[in-house]
């Protein structure tokens, strides 16, 4: 889980203790069952990196936004504006934006997050997984 206040400098990323074990790291049923439906082939570590992936992913959505309102001196309508004319699209702007008249406040909805995670962001998963694969094979 991913923690974030806007304006906060520090995001935490929390593993759950249900998820460890004497050993480490051993959550085997994060399997298929996720919420972002990324289908899992590997051993639990594989699926640790995949879990970090998603994680850092919320980081960096979240330092994007962190970053618009910076530029706009915390005004969530002009960070939407900014956010917008850089290029981002709406499916990325309704994770964190709700507009209410012609103004924009700060509305987090991680259900939209993940659903953005399903679209857009399996392959920077797969490709965590694979460098992971990678190193093992030249270590």
């Known amino acids: 889980m991913t923690q974030w206040v806007p304006g906060n400098r520090n995001v935490y990323i929390l593993i759950n203790e249900n998820v460890l074990d004497a050993q480490g790291f ?3 049923e994060v399997g298929n069952n996720n919420n972002i439906y990324y289908e899992y082939h590997g051993d639990v570590y594989e699926r640790l990196v995949g879990m970090l992936m998603h994680e850092a992913i919320h980081v960096m959505h979240y330092r994007q936004i962190q970053r618009a309102l910076n530029a706009t001196h915390g005004n969530m309508s002009k960070a939407y504006e900014y956010l917008k004319k850089d290029g981002y ?5 309704d994770i964190f934006f709700e507009g209410v008249d012609d103004k924009q406040i700060f509305h987090f909805n991680p259900d939209r997050e993940h659903i953005y995670m399903l679209k857009y962001d399996h392959g920077a998963i797969s490709e965590a997984i694979r460098e992971y694969q990678m190193f093992l094979n030249f270590r």
């Open 89 to 93: 699209t709406q499916d990325f702007l």
């Open 26 to 28: 051993n959550f085997s």
